[in-house]
């Protein structure tokens, strides 16, 4: 999957790619501050800082009947969930204000810029997989006993990789739940990373949670055929069992629910 780590730390490529273009662009803009001009530094960190809240603010406006019954999750940034054409149209914005109050030094705001973009672009290429994965063959145990493969029936699949040890795949498993109960023409598949059946199960009861196909991976098989390097991880498999697209990390409904549309156009199902 797209995703890269360092030690204990695990981002999705298209995160770790808008960290280090953000990196680079208040890095140079440091430079040119020092050399051409001290307002430079200061306008660099607020543009990152407006960048970043239009590109939060414009992924929630898409979505806005999804936040307005829970208007906090606007600030659950760690769910995911960044509108590109926001954020670019946050840093436009602070361009045109340095532009106002100092032309001379707006060609060197409009380098860092294109640094910063220059370094997303090539962070996402060298940390996207442009390889197809193919399905896993393997045969799998549901919590009932019942064997089953995964992403071998021709639809498209959403495979969720968690434990119950893991807080993130906690919180996300209620909403993925009820979307899962929801949504026609995709099958959802929870498998369950390296813990035994009986704690699972207990765990299931406890939280009154009824996933509609647990599967039990002991030896973390989907894990390491997918290269997830970290939990929760969220698998869109299309209709013949590759791999479509995944997310690293907690995944909040809006975004969920956008990757299942993608999918679906994918493969010329419509609701």
Not at 33 to 38: G, I, K, P, S, T
Not at 78 to 102: E, R, T
Request: glycine share 8%; proline share 5%.
């Amino acid at each position: 999957m797209n995703a890269v780590s360092f030690g204990p730390f695990a981002f999705d490529a298209e995160r770790f790619a808008a960290i280090a273009g953000t990196v680079v662009f208040l890095a140079v803009a440091s430079i040119l501050a020092h050399r051409v001009d001290d307002r430079l530094g200061r306008w660099s960190s607020w543009t990152a800082l407006v960048g970043l809240v239009a590109a939060r603010l414009g992924h929630v406006l898409q979505h806005l009947g999804s936040f307005i019954p829970e208007p906090w999750r606007v600030l659950a940034v760690w769910q995911g969930g960044f509108s590109w054409s926001g954020g670019v149209a946050g840093v436009a914005l602070m361009l045109v204000v340095l532009f106002l109050k100092g032309r001379k030094i707006i060609g060197w705001a409009a380098a860092s810029v294109v640094a910063g973009v220059i370094a997303t672009a090539a962070t996402l290429a060298l940390t996207s997989s442009g390889t197809q994965v193919p399905p896993l063959t393997s045969i799998f145990r549901s919590l009932t006993g019942a064997e089953t493969t995964i992403g071998t029936n021709g639809r498209p699949t959403v495979l969720n990789l968690w434990a119950t040890w893991c807080p993130p795949c906690r919180r996300e498993l209620p909403m993925m739940a009820e979307l899962a109960a929801s949504t026609a023409d995709v099958d959802f598949v929870f498998a369950n990373q390296g813990e035994p059946s009986a704690k699972i199960a207990d765990y299931l009861r406890s939280a009154n949670l009824k996933l509609p196909q647990a599967v039990l991976d002991p030896q973390l098989l989907l894990s390491r055929h997918y290269s997830a390097v970290g939990l929760p991880a969220t698998l869109f498999l299309a209709a013949d069992g590759t791999l479509s697209g995944s997310h690293l990390g907690e995944i909040s409904r809006e975004v969920l629910a956008q990757k299942i549309q993608e999918l679906k156009s994918e493969e010329g199902i419509f609701e």
